[in-house]
């Protein structure tokens, strides 16, 4: 038997819908054909990393503009010891 893959969003749609409880476990399995285990699974799996959303600090709180900033800041420190560096050793071979 071969092993089915979910996407993210689909997950995400069967989780809420079990959230909702507008229907038991095992007529959500029926309706989206998983074993009501699968479900439980995805929903404490989904409840675990629902804290993530809101705490600060975090990278997925950054807009787009923020996470390319640190980047940019991240490599112009990093070329700036290469630099300070290559000043160094040019300095000892010219002398």
């Known amino acids: 038997m071969r092993r089915r893959k979910f996407t993210a969003k689909f997950k995400t749609k069967v989780v ?10 095992s007529e959500l399995a029926q309706k989206y054909e998983l074993a009501p285990t699968q479900i439980s699974k995805w929903k404490k799996e989904f409840l675990q990393g629902a804290e993530s ?10 807009s787009e503009a923020e996470i390319e900033r640190d980047q940019l800041l991240q490599t112009i420190g990093t070329l700036k010891v290469e630099n300070d ?11």
Do not use: D, P, Q, W
């Open 16 to 25: 809420l819908a079990a959230l909702k409880e507008s229907a038991g476990l």
């Open 85 to 95: 560096f290559l000043k160094k050793v040019c300095a000892n071979i010219f002398i």
């Open 53 to 62: 959303v809101f705490s600060t600090g975090s990278s997925s709180g950054k």
